[in-house]
């Protein structure tokens, strides 16, 4: 096993689409390093991309923020203006594990590892995030919810990384939450997540919205049917309650050890009710 | 050894028992000085991995191992050829420490490798061929007990019917307690409850995974430095199961990460010496996370039968109960244990249980904390919830209009001693916690709990040093905080400071054998025998100062750490200290030492009662714990933050049993959670402070009173969680764990049936 830790993002792209088999980006590793212990992959070459600039870093950029690959959950959790604007994402992402995780784990190895149950990723896909990508062909842009088709694989071509996260300008009277359902407190997997934005207009209508549900199929998804029941509403209870109809109905889950299908269509329903409700707090400034 | 003629428990002013210093070992651990199983490490060890079956069930057609015999770095591979056959007493742990003709559950060893590193050693694992031949498989209790399941053992006949079945089947024998007839009991209630339930199997879930270090030289002496229980069940299973004589073995028991009763049997340590003996060089052998889920011992799973018949002012008739438990691969499931407990708590006429030993295909059970009581103690406590709840009766007032005391026969036979029942029922009842309001979706539930506790034998040696001070070693591993508690008592009987005795867990070859620390025996047992050494020392301290001031031995008498003359008329002599003596102990007879060798009789049985508050989720069935009280009997409690450790270890277990603990297994038969990832003990933050009341109601077996306190408090929380989160939803729940997506089929399955 070959380990780089390469310092420009041009070289990490150069040495991902060499020729040695198996390559991965190594960026907190909370993913990557458990998988190698417990022999499920071994690479041949791993990318360490915490060396390189930028990618370690949060900037702000034409009044939204544009968060580096390597940038770790606590560094997120430290950071107050995007603490302000994207209240959701940022408790998305310092669900993860607990304090020794969060100094390590990124919201793009949370992309990246593709699992339906990532807990930053449905929050990133409500706020209508997008993943900067470089690759041998040079940077592209893609809706965060693009990346992960399936359980452990994402469509990014061989070569290609993600650089950064970029989140919009936040529009005046907006708010965003992630809410999960765990059996215990702390230290567990997604069993539903979901994550809610909306913007009000002055007389408190909902002119935009998004929502999307993780652990509930094969990817994190979007949902416009629930984001369709907020819209043109005040949030009001109906409102609330033709939004969980849309999300259980957008669910396509599986029996496992986690959790029922059953319960999981359930509970998706009323956790997208739950965070709403907690979104459109925020977005009155309560 | 009874409650000491001396000492009323209630009123003796105790020097140091009582007291709460700090622990002796307290300092290793929070610094990593302490020495666990996988730190010890030998010149030239290698490292030993286990082949593993991958199915439930399968027939071993052949092994070859040459292909990993050849890769270099490989120095031994061993196979079940290896071990010697023949020990009637351990057929089944040999079965289960390495397969022969079949593989009986996913996890069972197979073969194991030692080579030059951890690379190497998995390289070659993978190198191993195995060809099986997939047999079907069964993991459930009452599927297996049905005609038609597929049979594990071909010669396993029930025992204990008669006539004895002619066809082999997956119960390996039925057990049955009681007296009096149920029947009659039944018709003079006026309400009767019957019930089934069902817990899944848990594990102990120690942190510390099983490890060792073996080292056998080609002189046939062996060494292994192991985390265990018993380092002499260890010694004792090893040399049989390697055709070692006992006294060519020293064992010696590393501090333990936690055992709870799991271990309490070799899974690794055979196979180590094994690979050792073979490849001429130390071997460590430790088990990851995932083979200590998919092959160490859980607990059992269980189906249960429960009926009780009261009459309307809260007497209880009759009680009948039908248990079944799936041990895994083996015969020997608690239910003995689980069919004797059930009805302990209670004074009963007419009271009936009967057990059924079932084999499954899962790995063969091991103890966990007063193994088999907890989840008989669900089904009952949980019918006895309903009964009050319907004849209008105070959950306390219930159990205490029918709760066991001194007297009573029990449901297992014996007439009870003095116990302490009656007096956990009424702390209970005083406690603030029964009487605190609850909030919205909050439930509140109680439930009684007993356990036997045991006592066995123990040899202990007491040696007083040159200074003053007192080295004592014991031969039980210290899982609970027992050094500190061993140290107090002797500091007690000698007149001396906690701090001037030293007790360390000695290796198999410096002391006589000791059984393992389990059954709750160690602070009443070792207890007992440090006792007894420390008398034989001031007896023979006396002796000393006897000598010195030329009167008899039996004119001096040994006070709050003072040789004394008896009486004024046997002279007028300075008192001599433990330190005076022990200087001149040199010129007086030499060294002095007090020793003990005991089979302990006199545990008594312990009783416990817990109460929590249970809040309830209604979309989405998730439970939270909000408040939760132990009270239990301790007899006496030598060191009670230990003592207070203790319940609120065996509530959080107990907890995590209750709510979101079990195996699960696939349809392939192979288990789905072998990580703490998805087997969910609960987290710090899951449980609220566990309150703690510590009741003493003297042991009279005991010298100064002691009962065991380890298992008795994990025996209730099972049913104290259930009947609060049965209160909180407004529906009976009577599977465990309570797991929210069963938590809200049920209240939704309520609800539908209202509507
Ligand atoms: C104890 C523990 C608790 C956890 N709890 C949670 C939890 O509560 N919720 C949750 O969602 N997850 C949890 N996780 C999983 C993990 O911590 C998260 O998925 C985390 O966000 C991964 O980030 P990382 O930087 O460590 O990724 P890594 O492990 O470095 O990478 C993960 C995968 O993504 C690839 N990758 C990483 N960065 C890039 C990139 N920039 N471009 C392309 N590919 C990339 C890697 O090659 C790898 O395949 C937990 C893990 C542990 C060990």
Redesign the pocket.
């Known amino acids: 096993m070959r380990y780089e830790a390469p310092t420009t993002a041009k070289e990490a792209v150069r040495l991902m689409a060499g020729k040695a088999g198996m390559a ?12 190698i212990r417990t022999d499920r992959i071994a690479p041949d070459l791993i990318v360490d ?1 915490k060396r390189i600039a930028g ?1 370690r870093s949060i900037m702000t950029k034409s009044g939204g923020f544009r968060i580096g ?2 940038v ?2 606590a560094e997120l959790g430290e950071h107050k203006a995007l603490r302000r604007a994207w209240p959701g994402v940022v408790e998305a992402a310092n ?4 304090i020794q ?1 969060q100094s ?10 593709a ?1 339906p ?4 990723v449905p929050a990133l896909v409500a706020a209508g995030a997008t993943a900067v990508i470089v690759g041998p062909r040079g940077r592209r842009s893609l809706p965060v919810e693009d990346v992960a088709v399936a359980p452990g694989r ?1 469509s ?1 071509k061989k070569g ?4 950064a996260i970029v989140l919009p300008k936040r529009a005046p009277r907006s708010g965003d939450a992630y809410l999960r359902f765990i059996p215990r407190s702390e ?4 069993v539903v997540g979901a994550g809610v934005s909306l913007t009000l207009d002055r007389n408190g209508v909902c002119t935009a919205a998004r929502v999307a549900l993780g652990a509930v199929a094969e990817r994190v998804i979007l949902v416009p049917d629930a984001a369709k029941a907020l819209i043109g509403s005040t949030v009001d209870q109906a409102a609330l309650e033709r939004l969980a109809a849309a999300a259980s109905a957008a669910c396509r889950p599986i029996d496992d050890k986690r959790g029922t299908k059953k319960f999981r269509i359930k509970v998706a329903g009323v956790l997208a009710r739950r965070a709403a409700r907690t979104a459109l707090a925020r977005a009155q400034g309560k | 050894m009874p409650l000491d003629a001396t000492i009323d428990p209630a009123t003796h002013k105790f020097a140091l028992v009582g007291t709460r210093p700090l622990r002796p070992d307290g300092i290793d651990k929070v610094t990593g000085r302490a020495r666990f199983g996988a730190d010890a490490s030998a010149p030239g060890m290698l490292v030993g991995k286990i082949l593993r079956s991958p199915h439930a069930h399968a027939r071993i057609r052949a092994i070859d191992t040459s292909k990993a015999a050849k890769l270099p770095g490989v120095k031994a591979i061993v196979t079940r050829a290896d071990f010697k056959e023949g020990d009637p007493g351990l057929r089944d742990v040999l079965h289960n420490v390495m397969a022969r003709d079949k593989a009986l559950y996913d996890g069972h060893a197979v073969a194991a490798v030692a080579a030059t590193s951890a690379a190497v050693a998995r390289k070659a694992l993978k190198l191993i061929r195995v060809d099986y031949e997939i047999l079907p498989h069964v993991t459930d209790v009452d599927e297996a007990m049905k005609p038609g399941a597929p049979v594990l053992h071909a010669d396993m006949i029930t025992a204990n019917v008669e006539p004895a079945p002619k066809k082999a089947s997956n119960i390996a024998s039925r057990c049955e307690f009681g007296h009096g007839d149920p029947e009659i009991g039944f018709k003079q209630a006026d309400l009767v409850i019957a019930r089934s339930f069902k817990t899944e199997a848990t594990h102990q879930g120690y942190i510390e995974p099983h490890a060792c270090l073996a080292s056998v030289g080609s002189d046939g002496q062996g060494e292994l430095w192991v985390c265990t229980q018993g380092h002499y069940m260890v010694r004792n299973q090893c040399a049989s199961l390697l055709g070692m004589d006992v006294s060519k073995l020293r064992v010696t028991a590393s501090e333990i990460g936690g055992g709870f009763g799991g271990k309490t049997t070799v899974f690794i340590e055979p196979v180590a010496l094994a690979l050792s003996r073979k490849a001429g060089r130390p071997v460590k052998l430790v088990m990851s996370r995932e083979e200590v889920f998919r092959a160490s011992g859980p607990t059992s799973s269980a189906s249960m039968d429960v009926k009780i018949g009261v009459t309307k002012d809260g007497r209880i008739t009759a009680g009948t109960a039908e248990i079944r438990f799936q041990g895994g691969a083996f015969a020997g499931s608690p239910v003995e244990f689980g069919a004797m407990s059930a009805f302990a708590c209670y004074d009963l006429e007419h009271v009936k249980t009967v057990g059924y030993d079932v084999v499954t295909n899962r790995p063969k059970q091991a103890a966990y904390r007063a193994p088999g009581a907890p989840m008989v103690a669900f089904a009952v406590e949980s019918v006895l919830d309903e009964l009050a709840k319907k004849i209008g009766m105070d959950p306390i007032e219930l159990r205490l209009k029918n709760a066991a005391k001194e007297g009573t026969r029990s449901s297992y036979g014996p007439k009870y001693k003095r116990i302490g029942l009656i007096e956990c029922l009424e702390a209970a009842r005083r406690h603030p916690h029964y009487k605190a309001p609850l909030g919205p979706n909050q439930g509140r539930g109680i439930a009684a709990g007993f356990w036997f506790n045991f006592g066995g034998q123990t040899c202990v040696s007491l040696n007083v040093n040159v200074d003053g001070t007192v080295a004592l070693a014991v031969g039980t591993p210290d899982i609970g905080g027992s050094r500190a508690s061993m140290c107090l008592i002797a500091a007690e009987e000698l007149g001396i400071g906690y701090e001037q005795v030293r007790a360390i867990v000695a290796d198999t070859s410096s002391l006589g054998y000791n059984d393992i620390s389990e059954g709750s025996r160690v602070t009443f047992s070792t207890g007992l025998a440090v006792i007894q050494a420390a008398r034989d020392a001031t007896a023979k301290l006396c002796a000393r100062a006897a000598k010195t001031w030329g009167i008899a031995p039996d004119a001096v008498v040994w006070e709050k750490g003072y040789a004394k003359p008896a009486s004024p008329n046997a002279g007028s002599f300075a008192p001599l200290s433990l330190a005076d003596i022990a200087k001149t102990a040199g010129s007086t007879g030499g060294p002095i030492a007090g020793h003990c060798e005991v089979n302990a009789e006199g545990a008594g049985v312990s009783f416990a009662v817990h109460m929590t508050d249970a809040e309830v989720d209604r979309e989405t069935g998730r439970v939270e714990i909000k408040r939760y009280t132990v009270v239990q009997d301790a007899g006496k409690a030598i060191h009670p933050s230990y003592v207070e450790g203790q319940y609120q270890g065996g509530a959080a277990q107990g907890i995590g049993w209750a709510i979101n603990e079990e195996y699960v297994y696939g349809r392939d038969g192979r288990l789905q959670n072998p990580g703490f ?1 998805d087997y969910r003990i609960p987290v710090a933050s899951d449980l609220p402070m566990i309150d703690t009341v510590i009741v003493e109601t003297p042991n009279p077996g005991h010298p100064y009173g002691v009962r065991g306190v380890g298992e008795t408090s994990i025996v209730p929380p099972l049913a104290a969680v259930a009947n609060a989160v049965s209160a909180a939803a407004g529906v009976r729940l009577s599977e465990l764990p309570m797991a929210p997506p069963r938590v809200l089929a049920a209240i939704d399955a309520a609800a539908s049936r209202r509507s």
């Open positions: 991965r980006v190594l960026a907190g590793g909370t993913d990557l390093l458990v998988q991309i990618m690959a390597a770790s959950g669900l993860i594990g607990s995780i390590r784990a990124t919201m793009g190895g949370n992309l990246c590892n699992s149950a990532a807990d930053s994402t990014l290609e990384i993600v650089e230290m567990d997997i997604a | 990832l």
